[in-house]
């Protein structure tokens, strides 16, 4: 092989080199079925945009903030993928759509079809108008901690310098964000660590 097809095979290997994790939830039905069919088959749509290395349990969770909704099923994927974080969010909007969500009329932080967020990508510190990377709020919410620490134990925060699993453990036991807030699916097939 030459030079050129070296380089060619090095670029390709490379393409997928990056790892961003993936938070979802869901907690209205849609034609795709109940949340956790929706989350599920977000999953599968999510596949096509890159190689799923490693998916949680489905959590249901009780919801936070805006308290006047049905419980959520909640899970964290890690998506090996060559694109970058504005185009991969915008890939994440486009399936969000494809379930039936319009984030322009829906209520902030309530009922929804699918929610799809990017909460790390790699070890990357990003701010722009559309994305901030890691997600502002994910040393804060159980719901995304919780499936995120079981595939991701180890995985640092690169602001904060924590493990996923330090900040979970960190999280106070008390108030809507306690660990008796969340509870593991038992009939959605297993988790896989691929990482």
Known sequence: MGFGGILRSILITNRMSQTAYIGLGSNLSSPAGPPSEIVLAAIESLATIGGISARSSLYRTAPVGYQNQPAFINAAIALRTDQDPESLLKCL????RSFGRDRATGVPKGPRTLDLDLLLMDGLVLETPSLTLPHPELAHRRFVLAPLAEIAPDLLHPVLRR?????????????????????????????????
């Not at 909007?93 to 969000?96: D, P």
């Not at 660990?179 to 699916?185: E, M, P, T, V």
């Open 93 to 96: 909007l486009a399936i969000e």
């Open 163 to 195: 493990r996923m699993r330090e900040l979970l453990a960190e999280l106070p036991i008390d108030g809507p964000n306690n660990a008796d807030a969340i509870q593991i699916l038992p009939s959605a097939g297993p988790a896989y660590r691929g990482i």
